[in-house]
């Protein structure tokens, strides 16, 4: 099975439209058809950004928010990233390197390609979710 790590900006774009990040997480995430990779430094990111205010003026965001983070929390394993990658612009984002590196994640999959120039990462792609 398939190996994936969600950049966080899947995650908020499948709980506020039905897009491409949406049938990634509702029709291969939840139901295990891949396994979704995750580290405390991720995990910790999903949490803080899917409670942030401004998400709040979409209807239901927190609600399904909490059920996704719920049903990844008990599906994903978790990796501890012993080796700390900096390599990205935006530093923040080289946890999901890091992450990929400790899982050997087949994808990490982003809306955000202007933060990750690469399209792969070891032996990890980097795609869109389109």
């Given at each position: 099975?398939?190996?994936?790590?969600?950049?966080?900006?899947?995650?908020?774009?499948?709980?506020?439209?039905?897009?491409?990040?949406?049938?990634?997480?509702?029709?291969?995430?939840?139901?295990?058809?891949?396994?979704?990779?995750?580290?405390?430094?991720?995990?910790?990111e999903y949490v803080e950004v899917l409670n942030r205010e401004k998400f709040q003026k979409y209807r239901n965001f927190q609600?399904?928010?909490?059920?996704?983070?719920?049903?990844?929390?008990?599906?994903?394993?978790?990796?501890?990233?012993?080796?700390?990658?900096?390599?990205?612009?935006?530093?923040?984002?080289?946890?999901?390197?890091?992450?990929?590196?400790?899982?050997?994640?087949?994808?990490?999959?982003?809306?955000?390609?202007?933060?990750?120039?690469?399209?792969?990462?070891?032996?990890?792609?980097?795609?869109?979710?389109?």
């Amino acid at each position: 099975m398939q190996k994936i790590i969600l950049d966080t900006n899947i995650i908020v774009s499948a709980l506020i439209s039905d897009s491409f990040p949406s049938k990634i997480v509702y029709d291969f995430v939840l139901p295990g058809k891949v396994i979704i990779c995750l580290s405390s430094a991720v995990w910790d990111e999903y949490v803080e950004v899917l409670n942030r205010e401004k998400f709040q003026k979409y209807r239901n965001f927190q609600i399904n928010a909490e059920i996704v983070l719920a049903k990844i929390e008990e599906i994903a394993p978790k990796y501890e990233t012993k080796k700390l990658i900096t390599v990205l612009k935006d530093k923040t984002d080289d946890k999901f390197l890091s992450l990929a590196l400790a899982c050997s994640a087949d994808y990490i999959i982003t809306g955000n390609i202007a933060d990750f120039p690469m399209t792969e990462f070891e032996n990890t792609k980097i795609v869109t979710p389109h």
